[in-house]
């Protein structure tokens, strides 16, 4: 079993910066496909960004294209969150695929074996 953990969550002004990451007690995220979404209560979860296992090939969405970035680290997948926008507000949770390989990672909920309990991200003046 892989426990997922996000952190980094905090309470911000529009306009400013955080980043998010995402650690697996135990386990090495390397060469696994790893996804950020977001959820807001009522709304359905949504794909914001995700790195491939070969960690050579990123995608991201729309609400994320620009502003977003996700990179591996030592022991970690960060999300890099600039101009942070009042409907940013959210849960944010971090997953893992445990079984695509190679260039391709998915924005499909459902493709995803492991999530992390989520980190609020609050933007508000």
């Known amino acids: 079993q892989v426990q997922l953990a996000e952190s980094g969550g905090a309470s911000v002004q529009p306009g400013g910066s955080l980043r998010l990451s995402c650690a697996a007690a135990?386990?090495?995220?390397?060469?696994?496909?790893i996804a950020w979404f977001r959820q807001v209560p009522w709304k359905q979860r949504e794909g914001l960004a995700c790195?491939?296992?070969?960690?050579?090939n990123t995608n991201y969405t729309d609400s994320a294209k620009g502003r977003f970035t996700i990179s591996r680290a030592k022991s970690t997948v960060d999300l890099q969150m600039n101009s942070l926008k009042p409907e940013d507000t959210a849960t944010y949770y971090c997953?893992?695929?445990?079984?695509?390989?190679?260039?391709?990672?998915?924005?499909?909920?459902?493709?995803?074996?492991?999530w992390g309990q989520g980190t609020q991200v609050t933007v508000s003046s």
């Open positions: 997953a893992l695929d445990r079984s695509r390989w190679g260039r391709t990672c998915t924005f499909y909920a459902d493709d995803y074996d492991y």
């Open positions: 790195i491939s296992s070969s960690g050579d």
């Open positions: 135990d386990f090495s995220l390397d060469y696994y496909s």
